[in-house]
């Protein structure tokens, strides 16, 4: 069983960080470097061995057995799974897990779980990306970008993975191929295309010789701006980012973007701020996608405090996806109004760069589809009716030209429609209520300036005071 003060102690002995025993998720990421018990004898030279790593790594329900309480039903269960879909958790991801916890969102994208075979009508490709496949290996779907398959392996297999039937294949994964120069001739061939999305499974596994071939083939393409390497090695293994040789690859790209995929903000550890900063030194934009999942991040105070740790290590929040419905992962699934009860409570409330784009994947190979709160509340041929994140609705006239709404007395968002007012104010604004504070004050400062010097002259109201007092409040009921 996972000791907190065990915990603490490793931390002492093995960072010179002492850990808060009050929990997991108190913890303000990036949060303190954590060792589950099994490898705290561990020198911190192997500790930050990516080859240690991966050597060590979880594979298997009997050793998981020994770092995790199970009943025994369970174990049987998640032991029939194993043969279905992989299991790789290296040391340092599992060590993010609240053993504690059966529902700790850590375990919950590594560890097997008997939810798996319940998936009813799930698919295998969910996003049909094998039939926009022009060449094996290569989906081709947007005009001027493809995805391009090139390797099965990952340092973690994600329990919601929507590549599963990549990751399933085992092995062949060494020598440059035939269907990699195809892959490479494809985009060769194909001048339209810009933007090459580097996937897998995770590119950055690949030996160091077959990610070169990859990589300064597509820089050495002329009509290629963008390569991005969609990775979840700074999540899960960010150890093998502290090799420079990798950086050095990447930045000799020199057209290369990271997508990372972090998805819950205790995945913000002190050691993915390290690799960022290594990233973005090697002239490298990093940019993250979530995959919105139940229980684990399907509510706004994660979603916000995982926005704000990616911006703290210079990551953009990118993309936030609607799981897909790929096979065995169904329990991980949400409903839309889930995602845009999040959404509401991002934009506005937090800075425009920790807000990504909500999508979905639509079926049919439809590719992205966004979707956001309705902020178009009404419309006329004269103006629009728009809503802020406050619930303030205004009248907003996006051409120069005379009105042609025949005014009428009416009320309501009529009444912006006709142009009698130019917004409606929910009366719990905060914004409106500092404003009002703000004109009160500059206006006691006139006055008492005004009495100072013993003027006569009644005050005019302000145009902004006349302009607040005109607004109509409405109730937020
Ligand atoms: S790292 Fe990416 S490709 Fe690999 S299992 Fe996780 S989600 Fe799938």
Redesign the pocket.
């Known amino acids: 069983m996972f000791d907190k003060e065990e915990q603490s102690r490793i931390d002492t002995q093995h960072t010179g960080h002492r850990q808060d025993a009050s929990g997991y998720d108190d913890d303000e990421p990036p949060s303190k470097p954590r060792r589950h018990p099994l490898w705290r004898k561990v020198p911190k030279k192997q500790w930050d061995d990516w080859r240690w790593q991966s050597q060590n790594a979880i594979r298997s329900v009997r050793q998981l057995r020994g770092l995790l309480p199970f009943e025994p039903e369970e174990l049987e269960a998640i032991g029939a799974l194993e043969a279905e879909y992989k299991l790789a958790i290296p040391p340092y991801f599992f060590s993010l897990i609240d053993v504690d916890n059966p529902n700790d969102p850590i375990r919950l994208q590594s560890v097997t779980s008997p939810l798996e075979a319940k998936s009813t009508f799930e698919l295998e490709d969910p996003l049909e990306e094998d039939k926009d496949s022009p060449v094996p290996g290569i989906t081709h779907r947007y005009p001027d970008r493809v995805l391009m398959v090139t390797t099965h392996v ?5 329990r ?5 039937r ?2 399933m294949v085992r092995g062949g994964w060494d020598s440059v191929s035939r269907d990699d120069e195809r892959m490479i001739e494809y985009v060769r061939n194909n001048p339209q295309i810009r933007d090459v999305i580097v ?4 590119p950055l596994t690949l030996p160091y010789g077959k990610l070169k071939f990859f990589l300064h083939s597509l820089r050495d393409i002329p009509h290629v701006d963008v390569i991005r390497i ?3 090695v700074p999540t ?1 293994l960010p150890q093998k980012l502290y090799d420079p040789e990798l950086i050095d690859i990447l930045e000799s790209a020199e057209k290369v973007w990271i997508q990372t ?1 972090f998805n819950h903000p205790r995945e913000i550890t002190p050691e993915v701020a390290r690799v960022c900063k290594s990233l973005i030194r090697a002239g490298m934009p990093l940019n993250n996608h979530t995959v919105l999942m139940k229980g684990i991040n399907d509510d706004l105070e994660t979603m916000r405090k995982l926005m704000r740790a990616l911006l703290k290590v210079k990551i953009r929040p990118y993309y936030l996806f609607h799981c897909d419905p790929v096979i065995g992962a169904g329990h991980f699934r949400t409903s839309i109004w889930k995602g845009l009860e999040i959404m509401e409570g991002l934009r506005g409330h937090m800075s425009g760069l920790a807000i990504p784009t909500y999508c979905v994947d639509a079926p049919h190979g439809g590719g992205k589809i966004p979707l956001l709160p309705n902020y178009l509340v009404s419309a006329s041929d004269d103006c629009v009716v728009l809503r802020n994140y406050e619930g303030m609705l205004v009248r907003y006239q996006a051409e120069d030209k005379a009105p042609t709404t025949k005014q009428t007395a009416n009320r309501g968002v009529s009444q912006l429609i006709q142009g009698t007012t130019t917004a409606l104010v929910p009366p719990n604004s905060e914004r409106m209520a500092r404003r009002r504070q703000y004109i009160q004050d500059k206006a006691a400062a006139k006055e008492a300036a005004c009495c100072s010097s013993e003027s006569e002259t009644p005050d005019e109201p302000t145009q902004d005071k006349r302009e607040l007092l005109a607004l109509p409040m409405v109730s937020a009921k």
């Open positions: 990952c340092t973690m297999y994600c919601f993975c929507t590549r599963k990549a990751t996937s897998g499974g995770d969609g990775t979840r899960t995929h």
